[in-house]
């Protein structure tokens, strides 16, 4: 296995940031082991240092990826892809969720919470400072908590068909809704569980098999981490996401999978 432990010089650059930001990270107690597969298995001590040690590994491997999502999220698509992706930045603005997104952080995004958030911004926009010919927009950066919360509703609502479903409202070429079922399921994915009472060697088993491409940023991430705060599970998450959307932890698993919106 090889150990990779963050640069020093990003130990510098980032408590630059850390005196405007007051975000209680010490990079020095987060370190990144990739096994044979090359897949990142963070260590930390502390639940923000843990988030930021995830945003980084995230860059090193995919960091166009993640910044599709923060364009798709801040409506800068057509920028960087010309105007046959101006309906995306349309979609984005659509849905009313830079509002939404404002009132629930008042009200529901607890000051923990929110400093695990800042802590996972503050990573990637240290990786764009350090390596700022990779960058694909100025203008989408610095990436900002609102921003990651953001894209969970607005991945799910194109995953689930809402934006064919704007298209052909504007359009006025509305298709059958079992065309529009049909063609969210095609999409597909399986979960079955099973107790261990129906298995041959006693053990409880769940299986998540996710129907998505392998590249994109609707491609799943896999990931392990560790902190001594609690945090420890292996698992997938979409690039630009704080946490799983399948995975483990030592009491539990958890998957999911899509359906037709009503």
């Given at each position: 296995?090889?150990?990779?432990?963050?640069?020093?010089?990003?130990?510098?650059?980032?408590?630059?940031?850390?005196?405007?930001?007051?975000?209680?990270?010490?990079?020095?107690?987060?370190?990144?082991?990739?096994?044979?597969?090359?897949?990142?298995?963070?260590?930390?001590?502390?639940?923000?240092?843990?988030?930021?040690?995830?945003a980084w590994a995230q860059c090193e491997d995919n960091f166009e990826v993640i910044q599709q999502t923060f364009l798709f999220t801040k409506g800068l698509l057509a920028r960087e892809y010309?105007?046959?992706?101006?309906?995306?930045?349309?979609?984005?603005?659509?849905?009313?969720?830079?509002?939404?997104?404002?009132?629930?952080?008042?009200?529901?995004?607890?000051?923990?919470?929110?400093?695990?958030?800042?802590?996972?911004?503050?990573?990637?926009?240290?990786?764009?400072?350090?390596?700022?010919?990779?960058?694909?927009?100025?203008?989408?950066?610095?990436?900002?908590?609102?921003?990651?919360?953001?894209?969970?509703?607005?991945?799910?609502?194109?995953?689930?068909?809402?934006?064919?479903?704007?298209?052909?409202?504007?359009?006025?070429?509305?298709?059958?809704?079992?065309?529009?079922?049909?063609?969210?399921?095609?999409?597909?994915?399986?979960?079955?569980?099973?107790?261990?009472?129906?298995?041959?060697?006693?053990?409880?088993?769940?299986?998540?098999?996710?129907?998505?491409?392998?590249?994109?940023?609707?491609?799943?991430?896999?990931?392990?981490?560790?902190?001594?705060?609690?945090?420890?599970?292996?698992?997938?998450?979409?690039?630009?996401?704080?946490?799983?959307?399948i995975g483990t932890n030592p009491n539990l698993g958890w998957t999911h999978t899509n359906n037709y919106y009503d």
């Open positions: 296995m090889r150990q990779k432990t963050i640069s020093l010089l990003l130990f510098s650059v980032f408590f630059l940031s850390l005196k405007a930001q007051q975000i209680s990270v010490d990079p020095e107690n987060i370190t990144i082991i990739r096994d044979q597969w090359g897949m990142p298995h963070v260590y930390a001590k502390t639940n923000n240092e843990v988030a930021y040690g995830v010309g105007k046959r992706l101006a309906p995306g930045d349309f979609f984005s603005g659509f849905t009313g969720l830079d509002e939404r997104i404002d009132e629930l952080m008042k009200s529901d995004v607890s000051p923990e919470f929110m400093a695990y958030l800042e802590a996972y911004c503050q990573s990637i926009n240290d990786y764009a400072r350090l390596h700022p010919k990779e960058i694909m927009q100025k203008k989408a950066f610095p990436v900002r908590p609102e921003d990651v919360l953001k894209s969970y509703p607005l991945k799910i609502a194109e995953f689930t068909g809402l934006g064919r479903a704007l298209g052909a409202m504007l359009n006025d070429t509305r298709s059958s809704e079992q065309a529009e079922a049909d063609a969210v399921i095609s999409k597909g994915s399986n979960a079955f569980a099973f107790l261990r009472e129906m298995t041959k060697n006693n053990r409880t088993y769940l299986i998540a098999n996710p129907h998505i491409g392998l590249t994109g940023p609707e491609a799943f991430y896999e990931i392990h981490i560790v902190c001594e705060e609690g945090l420890n599970f292996q698992g997938a998450m979409f690039p630009g996401s704080v946490s799983p959307q």
